[in-house]
């Protein structure tokens, strides 16, 4: 099973910036298809980004243009480059990886999760 640990959350103004990093361990991620969930207090987990295994992308319709998931294969890493961004992107965020390598963006069909990082945006 691969470990997955994000960092680079932390308090950011409104209209600010933060590019948040999913380091895996114990396999190759290569073949697998990662997302970046979120999580606000008292709400669902929610997909934010996905990205199959040959680099498509996806995005959920609040975060398009502003947020970009991209991956480094040779460094077993994800990340997640966000942009202007608002008070409603405070949440925590998780990164997923399954061995399936399209994208899904439901939580369930994810194997594998990170213990989440904290994104504060303060207006």
């Known amino acids: 099973q691969v470990q997955l640990v994000e960092s680079g959350g932390g308090l950011v103004q409104a209209g600010g910036s933060l590019r948040l990093t999913c380091a895996a361990s114990g396999r190759t991620i290569s073949g697998d298809a990662v997302a970046w969930f979120r999580q606000a207090p008292a709400k669902e987990r929610e997909f934010v980004s996905g990205?199959?295994?040959?680099?498509?992308?996806y995005y959920v319709d609040s975060v398009k243009g502003r947020f970009t998931i991209s991956r480094d294969n040779a460094k077993n890493t994800v990340y997640l480059q966000m942009n202007s961004l608002k008070d409603e992107d405070t949440a925590v965020y998780y990164c997923?990886?399954?061995?399936?390598?399209?994208?899904?963006?439901?939580?369930?069909?994810?194997?594998?999760w990170g213990q989440g990082t904290q994104v504060t945006v303060s207006s």
């Open positions: 997923a990886s399954r061995e399936r390598g399209y994208y899904s963006r439901a939580a369930r069909t994810y194997e594998s």
């Open positions: 990205l199959d295994w040959n680099s498509r992308t």
